[in-house]
């Protein structure tokens, strides 16, 4: 098991930019599968993004495709959501997940999951 924090959500306006960061623990970061998810008011959480254990292979929902990038320290036990262009529609929390599974993209369970944070775009 790994436990999850995340950090750098706030208040911004349409077109801003907002770094998301994932703090872990233990020692086996590196050999986690990590990934972003979202959840807005009234609708399923949703799938962000997905990096693989060494951060060479990443995925991305088509909806913020070219906006966001995900990425992963693992000397720090971190992973970061860049999200750029923000628009009112990215409103939601943001969790931070893990799994141990290589399953990159949509589809894939995570075991081990964070609190969130809240990301607010106005528009």
């Known amino acids: 098991q790994i436990q999850l924090v995340e950090s750098g959500g706030g208040l911004v306006k349409a077109g801003d930019s907002l770094r998301l960061s994932c703090a872990a623990s233990?020692?086996?970061?590196?050999?986690?599968?990590m990934g972003w998810f979202r959840q807005a008011p009234g609708k399923e959480r949703e799938f962000v993004a997905t990096?693989?254990?060494?951060?060479?292979?990443?995925s991305y929902a088509d909806s913020v495709k070219g906006r966001f990038t995900i990425s992963r320290d693992n000397a720090k036990n971190m992973v970061y959501l860049q999200m750029n262009r923000l628009k009112p529609e990215d409103t939601a929390v943001y969790y931070c997940?893990?799994?141990?599974?290589?399953?990159?993209?949509?589809?894939?369970?995570?075991?081990?999951w964070g609190q969130g944070t809240q990301v607010t775009v106005s528009s």
């Open positions: 233990g020692r086996t970061f590196s050999s986690y599968v």
């Open positions: 997940a893990a799994d141990r599974n290589y399953c990159l993209g949509y589809g894939c369970s995570y075991a081990d």
């Open positions: 990096i693989s254990w060494r951060g060479r292979s990443t």
